[in-house]
């Protein structure tokens, strides 16, 4: 009887726990945060100068700029001098529309 009385209170036991772990929400992990989000305000502020930036610097602030267009950049502007405009990015190859606009806020003539 004893034992009937043990097994029953540990069969309880064991059953309490399991529907208590069961029930209690499981801790996830947080995804990491995109990049754009990690950046800083002043980052994310920073101004691109079309007249003094560097392949590199036009290459890494800049959406859809990869090395080719960064170069590209920097071709014009030492064969045409400086840029007067943003707008005169678009006299540049590879460069249209879409992806001045997508730039456009990030850009300053200085």
């Known amino acids: 009887m004893q034992n009937t009385y043990i097994s029953s209170l ?64 920097i071709a014009y502007r030492e064969s045409n001098g400086p840029f007067t405009a943003v707008d005169e990015l678009l006299e540049v190859k590879g460069i249209g529309k879409a992806l001045l606009e997508k730039n456009r806020d990030r850009l300053v003539i200085n």
């Open 10 to 73: 540990v069969f309880a036991f064991l059953t309490s726990f399991s529907v208590a772990a069961n029930a209690a929400p499981s801790i996830k992990p947080e995804a990491p945060a995109p990049i754009t989000a990690q950046m800083t305000k002043v980052e994310q502020s920073a101004k691109v100068n079309l007249n003094g930036a560097d392949a590199e610097t036009l290459r890494r602030d800049l959406f859809g700029i990869g090395a080719a267009k960064a170069k590209a950049i």
